[in-house]
């Protein structure tokens, strides 16, 4: 079965020991050989910058970058897919791709011109926080509950322009709210589950997920144990209850999945790396139509990406 996944964090991990070898290293959960055999066609590779390893720089950035340019689709064989019309492919012709995306814009350090030079190298989605506040609006976990500053509301219009991808998973749910009025794109939670089901802060309310089903956006199902069962000890068939409740929402057709490996370091029992997808589809065919497992473990995320990633021909030159 075709797996798209909107979440991992193997990029840190890469560019901390450069040595690791991304086709099969046994310290990380994401490696090329796991993803062919899980059957994951697309993943997204997000780059994330840990407070603990130093300023949230923008250098730090590019050192992700090139990580996944020379291990992910270097080495490791993965296409870098950038355009609408490469995700319209994909859906005829499987092959192995990478995606780009930022978690947190700390490390864009205020700069409107470093976001266009990601969106140069490949970058589509931002993720506008981690779990605490930076120059552009509050994570989760952040008491005050803050929307954007007014650079951020610079932010979401550049994005709005030139086709960047907004992604809500960490963002506090005041900005959630101010992102819905003000953005004239959908926009997509990448790697959060539903919290009717387990009641984590880094999950989706209810009205939460009806505006993503409303405005054809999307929800990436993630395995953050934590976020999956309230005391963190999970099996794959718990998942099950939090597609089921996004279904009852009206949500089927903007179910996808977003892992998290390589965030994480302690797994949902039957789900501790991509390998483990040909697995979990078994699972979710023995309780749910073939239609609509297909379009939650592949079909949803790339009829996204085939109507709202920026043509090729989009001029990103704005003025
Ligand atoms: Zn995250």
């Known amino acids: 079965m075709r797996v798209a996944d ?36 697309l993943q997204v590779f997000a780059i994330y910058l840990s407070a603990a390893q130093g300023k949230l720089s923008f250098e730090r950035i590019l050192g992700q970058i090139e990580a996944y340019r020379h291990n992910v689709v270097g080495t490791g064989g993965l296409q ?25 814009v700390d490390g864009l350090e205020g700069n409107l011109f470093y976001a266009e030079l990601i969106f140069e190298l490949g970058v589509r989605f931002l993720g506008l926080t981690w779990n605490y506040a930076n120059w552009a609006a509050d994570g989760v976990l952040e ?30 749910p005041a900005g959630f709210w101010e992102l819905a009025e003000r953005s004239s794109r959908p926009f997509i939670a990448s790697h959060s589950n539903a919290a009717a089901v387990c009641g984590h802060p880094r999950n989706l309310s209810d009205e939460q997920i009806g505006a993503l089903v409303a405005m054809d956006g999307r929800i990436g199902l993630t395995f ?25 929402l009206g949500g089927s057709r903007q179910i996808m999945f977003g892992s998290d490996f390589d ?3 302690s797994w949902v029992e039957g789900l501790e790396h991509p390998g483990k997808y040909a697995e979990f589809a078994e699972l979710l065919l023995r309780h749910y139509p073939e239609d609509e497992v297909k379009g939650w473990l592949y079909g949803n995320a790339q009829s996204f990406l085939a109507s709202h990633l920026p043509a090729k021909t989009a001029n990103i030159y704005l003025s």
């Open 6 to 41: 909107f979440h991992c964090d193997v990029l840190s991990k890469l560019q901390s020991a450069p040595n690791i070898d991304f086709r099969k290293d046994a310290r990380l959960d994401v490696t090329s050989e796991r993803l062919m055999a899980g059957g994951v066609e």
């Open 80 to 104: 870098c897919l950038r355009w609408k019309e490469e995700a319209a492919g994909m859906a005829v012709t499987p092959s192995a791709w990478g995606m780009l995306s930022l978690e947190g």
């Open 143 to 172: 008491q005050r509950n803050g929307g954007f500053t007014e650079q951020g509301r610079k932010l979401i219009e550049w994005c709005n322009d030139s086709g960047m991808l907004l992604d809500v998973s960490h963002l506090a």
């Open 224 to 248: 953050v144990p934590w976020f999956v069962t309230a005391g963190g000890d999970a099996k794959a068939a718990d998942v099950l209850r939090h597609i089921e409740h996004v279904c009852t």
């Open 263 to 265: 965030g994480i370091e």
